[in-house]
């Protein structure tokens, strides 16, 4: 049988099918007006507190040996980026969260489906998931050091750990939550394993992967930043670490500031993706955080 290939995709097609076939309306798409973005609803909140940064210190409400005043940190920050010392160690953080980060996907993804899918399997293996991950990756961060020594390997085994559970954990949900009549329907179409996998089961369980992804991000970061933190000579960890112990307290901050900008970067990535990936999809129920 030839499917119908449109904007919509084979489960928007499938699904128009079924509707039609039980006999359940599908809404139209009203046209609505231009939104605002999200996101600018809680500018005047964060310049606000950003201004409150700047006065805090200078009033001398908090003392500015430990908490510089914002533009401090901003002049420090911008020393850093001249001098090559910022943008080196947000490399190599950025390397090594990748890293983890990527080994993450590989791993994660194929074992979610494969839990999601078949029960049995997930049964044999959910005591082992949950054991492992129910145990801290900074407990075991001395077990890699010992394993694999103190360099980059270390640091990746660790940002793995961190990230992987959040990827499973969503790919499996994101799998189980697929519409059973889709798959159904799909079935009586003669849609063979593969097909069935492609062009049903990934697309619908792509917004709760990404989810996993946002989660599992965030954690490499953070992950790594601890790891450098504890044993690295570089990476921003390490900036944040040194500039602390040296009392270079504007620096400190200004690694801090980096490290949240890079999350929200990758974060609002990662909604791109998550939307061009679902096109098919009505993006009413994407959120950004």
Known sequence: MAYVSDKTGFAGNLRSRLDRSTGRSTPQKAGKPRQIPGYLYGLPLLVAFFGLWEIAPRAGWLNRIFFPPLSEVCVAWWAMVLDGTLIDNISISLQRAAGGFALAVVVAIPLGFLMG????FEKVSDLLVQTLRNTSQ??????FILLLGIG??????????S???FLLVNTIAGVKSVDPLLIKAARSMGTSDLNLFR?????ASIPSIVSGMKLAVKSSIFAVIGAEMLAAKSGLGFL???SQL???TADMYAGILTMTAIGLLVNYLLVWFERWATAWKSHSDHSTF
């Not at 980059?152 to 750990?161: D, L, M």
């Not at 062009?199 to 697309?203: F, N």
Request: charged content about 10%.
């Open 117 to 120: 899918r078949y029960p049995t």
């Open 138 to 143: 900074f407990a075991l961060l001395p077990v």
């Open 152 to 161: 980059e390997a270390s640091k990746i085994a660790v940002t793995f750990y």
């Open 163 to 165: 990230s992987i559970f």
């Open 199 to 203: 062009k049903v089961i990934l697309p």
């Open 240 to 242: 944040i670490q040194q």
């Open 246 to 248: 040296m009392m270079q």
